[in-house]
């Protein structure tokens, strides 16, 4: 194959431009990348505050939706999201109690499309509703806004019912965040230490996956909770 002198000199000219956009586009340093919640994007509302499309129970009792609002009758259940895994991203949910203190639960990182009510307390994680687990000889690490049996609050947070609370869980690929009412109340990431297992409805210890399904909790007849909302946004990448 002939080439001429000219066009030669152009490719000359072309790679030597390109090596020297690439050099200014490649890092030099070991930096590890981070996930941050993407102010861009908009909350992308899961409950349309009408009915319970897009949503699916299993278990006992059931869920309805009253004036814009999710009400839980009866348990247990659960009502999850079949639609999609989630991860990621960062989870609003806002609820409340009727009574001044009910049991509840949302949950994350459910490893497979639940069947019954009882797998995901085995094997998600339940962002826990109670303000006083010690009413049920239950101790801090089932309250309002842990990792339920896993972890200690970092602070107390929770309003009592009928106040509204909030929720903001971060799903950061293997850490699980916890903001309630705007207070960091859980940091946890997988493989930190858990106490043992005291009574066997608590879930078992073990590595949940990073994208899951999600739901909330019926709990009981006399645990009447509130949900008005729940909404994603996803977390952006960025190398610091």
Known sequence: MKIKFSNLLVLSILFLAFNSYASNYTSTDNSEDK??????????QLFNGK??????????????????IIKTHGGMGLL???G??????????????????SNAGFFIRIPIEPKEEWMPVYYAY????????????EDEYHSTGMLYAFTKPLAIAWKPGPEWNTFEITLDGDRTIVILNGVKVTDYKEGDPVPPRKFDFEPFP?????????GM??????????FKEVAVKPLEKVTK
């Open 35 to 44: 996930m941050i919640p993407d102010s861009t994007k908009k909350w992308r």
């Open 51 to 68: 009915d319970l499309t897009g949503w699916k129970h299993v278990g006992n009792g059931h869920m309805t939706v009253e004036n814009g």
């Open 80 to 82: 999850y999201w079949p």
């Open 84 to 101: 999609e895994k989630f991860g990621n991203c960062t989870i609003k949910v806002v609820f409340r109690m009727r009574d001044e203190n």
């Open 126 to 137: 339940e962002v826990q509703i109670d303000n006083h687990p010690e009413l049920s000889n």
């Open 206 to 214: 073990g590595e949940r996956p990073e994208y899951g399904y999600i």
């Open 217 to 226: 909790q019926n709990h009981g007849e006399h645990d009447v909770v509130f």
